[in-house]
């Protein structure tokens, strides 16, 4: 059973850091993409990330692009999302989804198995 566990979320102050964390499990994490979602409040899911099986590859939205950093450690089957230079408008519910092969196709954002979640908080 895919089991995907998100921590490090918070409250934080425009311009500030985060560093989010998912621990994956029930699945080989080295063999498929992984990707960070987010869901504003009244707001449908959004894409943030993608990193690619190895590492090598990292997409990102246009609205985090040059503010977010993407990267996994397979050896520790985890998965990371360094926040930086945060603003009001980032402020949701991260989530890390595990994609159904090496890449991404973004019509299974609704439907890819991911954690419960880490709510990021921008505010002063």
């Known amino acids: 059973e895919v089991q995907l566990v998100e921590s490090g979320g918070g409250l934080v102050q425009p311009g500030g850091s985060l560093r989010l964390s998912c621990a994956a499990s029930?699945?080989?994490?080295?063999?498929?993409?992984m990707t960070w979602v987010r869901q504003a409040p009244g707001k449908g899911l959004e894409w943030v990330s993608t990193?690619?099986?190895?590492?090598?590859?990292?997409d990102y939205a246009v609205p985090v692009k040059g503010r977010f950093t993407i990267s996994r450690v397979n050896a520790n089957n985890t998965l990371y999302l360094q926040l930086a230079s945060l603003k009001t408008e980032d402020t949701a519910m991260y989530y890390c989804?595990?994609?159904?092969?090496?890449?991404?196709?973004?019509?299974?954002?609704?439907?890819?198995?991911r954690g419960r979640g880490t709510q990021v908080t921008v505010s002063s």
């Open positions: 029930g699945f080989p994490f080295s063999a498929f993409a």
């Open positions: 989804a595990k994609e159904r092969f090496n890449y991404r196709r973004a019509g299974d954002i609704d439907t890819n198995p």
């Open positions: 990193i690619n099986p190895g590492g090598g590859t990292r």
